[in-house]
């Protein structure tokens, strides 16, 4: 099941609040529980069996970290034991055949192996069961005892397909004690329709603008730039719709979820952006990768290694490819050009330049991200540059331009905090037209949902 469809909006969404709304306090983890393995059983009923085991095993192993707090080396085997199993499951169903296929490329060995579906959601909660093991173990929380409230947090289904990455830690109280009104219920709906909102009439358009432009057989330069710029809008838009929509339904249910995304696209510098973008990812790695492995309170040497790292592990956490691996090493290398050769001329320069240069950086990144084949990526970085184009601008670059201008002009507007500032001056003076906007961008929402083809997340396959 996802957020983005006529059956969760008008089914699924009513039906589940309407009970736990209704239901005593002490049975709203019950009904959050089973609501969330019916809502990921809806689209992998198989898959379920491996969630309920994450949650099962992740509990037990909390508690046992707890219990051996004083046997310091057996402590540490259970934690080994537990990263190798969690680690295990999302390397067979994620990395299994990227490795034998990398291993038969080096070999020139042909190994034949059967194609895996990749379970919806699975990088997220392994993660998120990794942030509770880890937290045990370091003494930053207490092991949950109470099955259930651990596999409510575990399986909760507004951030369990894409995340935000929710650490047992910010959560904690809100799991055992936590109010429910009509305020915060509205607030949460906001939240929710402006993510829709960004997913079904920004995101979805752009994604077909951005089709229709990689499916011409050759671009001129022009061509190049605005289908990369469609991506670097779609892929902002769907993932913080997302983010919206799933921090929203948290609100709803009682819950205060962080914010995942924070206006990245008004980063002066490619660092800024990735402590704008995806928050709860950035902040896994940097404090359960980056810091153990030293930090920046190592020699430079390390230093590098450190960033390096950390890098193509959150570029290989994206995909079961190469092209994800080099994404993710051409933005540690920009971050230490940025830290060791960058900074003073980056401070000098005036913040429109700085913002264009960073803008500049993370479309070309987005090539990397967007393009799985090589072959394809070299053609389209090629392209940008003018290497193989059909010259710098065409008849086709001139049609996207025209037909797509009204969406790109209110895709600019919509990543930058301005227009939101706004809507919310207006729901201090005038809250009955607030609603209103509200109303009608979802109803333009399901007008889009009803009359255009189903299109999944982005990170939903991650």
């Not at 055992?176 to 009509?182: D, F, H, P, Q």
């Not at 002009?409 to 990543?415: E, N």
Request: glycine fraction near 8%; proline fraction near 3%.
């Amino acid at each position: 099941m996802v957020f983005n469809s006529i059956f969760f909006i008008f089914c699924f969404l009513p039906v589940f609040m309407l009970i736990y709304y209704l239901v005593p306090g002490k049975l709203r983890n019950l009904i959050l529980f089973l609501g969330s393995l019916v809502f990921y059983a809806w689209g992998e009923p198989v898959y379920v069996i491996l969630m309920l085991f994450s949650s099962i095993f992740n509990y037990y192993m909390g508690a046992e970290l707890e219990r051996l707090y004083y046997d310091e080396k057996r402590q540490k085997l259970n934690l080994v034991f537990a990263v190798i199993v969690n680690l295990g499951i999302l390397v067979f169903f994620k990395y299994y055949g990227f490795l034998l296929n990398t291993i038969g490329g080096i070999t020139g060995l042909h190994i034949p192996h059967p194609e895996l579906s990749l379970p919806i959601g699975l990088s997220f909660y392994t993660f998120r069961n990794l942030s509770y093991l880890f937290d045990v173990y370091l003494s930053k929380i207490s092991a949950q005892h109470n099955f259930l409230t651990f596999a409510t947090y575990s399986t909760m289904f507004p951030y369990t397909s894409a995340g935000p990455i929710v650490r047992y830690t910010d959560i904690q109280e809100q799991l055992n004690r936590r109010s429910i009104n009509i305020t915060r219920f509205g607030m949460g709906a906001e939240l929710f329709i402006k993510g829709l909102a960004k997913k079904v009439i920004l995101a979805d358009n752009l994604s077909a603008l951005y089709a229709g432009i990689c499916g011409t057989s050759r671009m001129s330069v022009l061509t190049a730039w605005i289908g990369i710029f469609a991506y670097t809008m779609q892929l902002y838009f769907d993932f913080s719709g997302y983010s919206d929509m799933a921090i929203g339904l948290g609100k709803m249910l009682g819950f205060d979820f962080k914010k995942n995304f924070d206006y990245p696209y008004i980063s002066t510098s490619v660092s800024e952006f990735w402590r704008r973008w995806h928050i709860s990812l950035g902040s896994w790695f940097r404090d359960y990768t980056y810091i153990p492995l030293g930090g920046n309170r190592v020699s430079t040497l390390k230093h590098v290694r450190n960033i390096l790292v950390v890098w193509a592990l959150t570029g290989l956490w994206h995909g079961a490819s190469w092209n994800f691996v080099l994404w993710g090493v051409y933005y540690g290398l920009f971050l230490l050009l940025e830290k060791f050769v960058l900074a003073s001329l980056l401070e000098r320069l005036p913040q429109w330049l700085r913002i264009a240069y960073t803008m500049f950086v993370v479309m070309i990144g987005w090539v990397f991200f967007s393009q799985t084949d090589f072959s394809a990526l070299g053609t389209y970085l090629g392209t940008l540059f003018g290497i193989g184009a059909a010259g710098f601008a065409d008849s086709t670059a001139l049609y996207y331009l025209k037909t797509g201008f009204i969406l790109f002009v209110v895709s600019i507007l919509a990543c930058r905090p301005g227009l939101y500032q706004q809507f919310k001056r207006l729901l201090q003076r005038r809250p009955m037209t607030a609603v209103l906007v509200n109303f009608i961008l979802l109803a333009l929402s399901i007008a889009y949902m009803v009359y255009n083809s189903y299109t999944p997340f982005l990170y939903a396959k991650f």
